[in-house]
């Protein structure tokens, strides 16, 4: 695989994970359908109960890079995830909420590093420098830093937010890798193997963004039963999980640029890429 083409259009997939999300699904669809670059909305529903199939399958009609994939059971939304990697086609694969918590107008920023071919990886951290963040629960906030902490210290990473949900992957990093937590573990299992990665030369960026915070009035979904198990799998996937276990084959090797170096011998700026592994 070459560099990516800062010219190429058609480069993104957005996977979006549902469950029961009838009053914002319309809204963030149509706020992703405007980012540049976008090739596909690849849509999971876990099991909704309410109008959010209904509301998919009409937007699936609507327009057509929206596919709308339906579960009849609920599994999780680590499930739905790693079945919307699978049915991605792009060179980049980013994570949307339905819940308009993140805004889709900051995808730009956060996908560039890796158009710019600086990155393999980019998370968004709520806790860098941003325009807004509503302000909420500070259990939550302590539990995300305990958590980003303790997964730090296993992947030697200086990670600000491992629980964000804006994630973006190289389409062949993400659908080549092998999930297997359940429930919300995937943030925790993601960053354990992407690590992995960064110790053969993968680039693991973070970009700040935006967070508006729902309450558990307003619908959020995660307890403290997933901070439990979330500790479980950052001890799993580091210590007991190794790379040949983590991916389906190794992602192929890509050069990636890297800033220029100046060599005052040769009196110039020198860019040498290097391969993932």
């Not at 560039?112 to 939550?140: T, W």
């Amino acid at each position: 695989m070459k560099y990516l083409d800062r010219d190429r259009h058609n480069c993104l997939s957005v996977v979006i994970p549902v469950y029961n999300e009838e009053s914002t699904l319309e809204a963030v669809v149509q706020r992703v359908l405007t980012i540049p670059n976008l090739l596909e909305i690849v849509i999971v529903d876990d099991g909704s109960t309410d109008r959010t199939p209904a509301i998919g399958f009409e937007l699936t009609d609507i327009y057509p890079q929206v596919r709308f994939i339906r579960n009849h059971q609920n599994a999780g939304k680590t499930a739905a995830l790693k079945q919307g990697f699978l049915l991605t086609k792009g060179d980049i694969v980013i994570v949307q909420d339905a819940d308009l918590e993140y805004d889709p107008e900051e995808i730009p920023q956060l996908i560039q590093p890796i158009i710019d071919n600086y990155a393999d990886v980019v998370y968004g951290s709520r806790f860098l420098v941003r325009k807004a963040a509503r302000v909420l629960y500070f259990y939550h906030y302590l539990g995300n830093k305990v958590l980003t902490f303790l997964s730090n210290l296993f992947t030697n990473l200086n990670m600000t937010d491992v629980e964000t949900c804006y994630k973006a992957f190289r389409g062949d990093i993400i659908r080549n890798m092998l999930i297997t937590s359940c429930g919300f573990g995937f943030e925790i299992e993601v960053t354990a193997k992407v690590a992995k990665l960064a110790k053969m030369g993968c680039a693991v960026y973070e970009v700040p963004i935006s967070y508006y915070g729902r309450t558990y009035e307003e619908g959020k979904k995660i307890g403290l039963k997933d901070g439990f198990a979330a500790l479980w799998y950052i001890f799993y996937f580091n210590v007991f999980c190794g790379l040949a276990a983590s991916f389906r084959k190794m992602p192929e090797s890509v050069p990636r640029k890297i800033k220029p170096k100046y060599y005052p011998k040769r009196k110039k700026f020198i860019s040498r890429a290097i391969p993932l592994r």
